[in-house]
């Protein structure tokens, strides 16, 4: 399997580039220019804004599978706290990759956020209200709109949407769920060890729990 994951060097990225190379897959890890991530020994490092198309349009003429863990940073996890990353940063990314792939097959596999996609209904009331303050409610609203994008897709398209992320190594607790309340949470190495697990099996699930 041979494999591109943008958003390298975030906290699921990390672990999908770990866990895939771990595997035995032919990884290429895509970070910013200015990132100070360093790959795993045996994975291709490239480096580049997945923001420009033309950037993108490399990266699929030279990989049929892309997994995007890339989302907006926030400088705290106060939902007040600025954002560190265009308020439509994963709308661009999702863009580009629909543009590059017009004549192309593709198997896609992104993180979107539970409650986003018509999930917001398996939230409990607080997470509901949660989900729309502030600058988290500005990331929601980018992954909603990638969602309708993606939806029009002809691609292979599998999209995630974890609970609320916590630190840790893989138990391989991560499965899909159908609830989100205020004490939902998901190890994010969970996550990329269910995204590398089933990233050939074409599942939608809502949430990952
Ligand atoms: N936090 C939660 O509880 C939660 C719950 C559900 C879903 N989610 C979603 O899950 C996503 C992944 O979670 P995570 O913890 O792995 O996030 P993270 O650690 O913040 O990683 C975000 C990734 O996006 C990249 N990125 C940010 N701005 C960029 C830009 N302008 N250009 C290129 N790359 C950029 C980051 O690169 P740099 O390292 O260079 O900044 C990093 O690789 C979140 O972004 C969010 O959308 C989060």
Request: proline residues 5%; hydrophobic residues 40%.
């Amino acid at each position: 399997m041979k494999v591109c994951v943008l958003g390298a060097s975030g906290g699921i990225g990390r672990w999908v580039v770990q866990l895939a190379h771990q595997k035995g897959w032919d990884v290429t890890a895509v970070v910013r220019p200015s990132s100070d991530y360093i790959a795993p020994a045996g994975v291709q490092l490239i480096r580049g804004e997945v923001t420009e198309a033309s950037f993108v349009q490399t990266l699929i003429d030279e990989h049929s599978t892309i997994i995007s863990c890339i989302g907006i940073r926030r400088a705290g996890l106060s939902p007040w706290a600025k954002i560190k990353s265009p308020s439509n940063l994963v709308e661009t990314v999702t863009k580009n990759i629909l543009n590059a792939t017009r004549e192309k097959d593709l198997q896609f596999m992104w993180i979107s956020a539970a409650g986003v996609g018509g999930t917001a209904s398996n939230c409990s009331p607080l997470i509901r209200k949660m989900i729309t303050l502030g600058n988290i409610g500005v990331a929601y609203q980018d992954l909603e709109r990638s969602e309708q994008l993606l939806n029009q897709s002809h691609f292979k398209v599998t999209t995630v949407r974890p609970v609320t992320l916590i630190p840790g190594n893989p138990t391989g607790g991560a499965q899909p769920s159908s609830t989100y309340h205020l004490l939902s949470t998901v190890r994010r190495s969970d996550v990329a060890l269910w995204m590398v697990r089933n990233i050939e099996q074409n599942e939608q699930p809502i949430f990952v729990s």
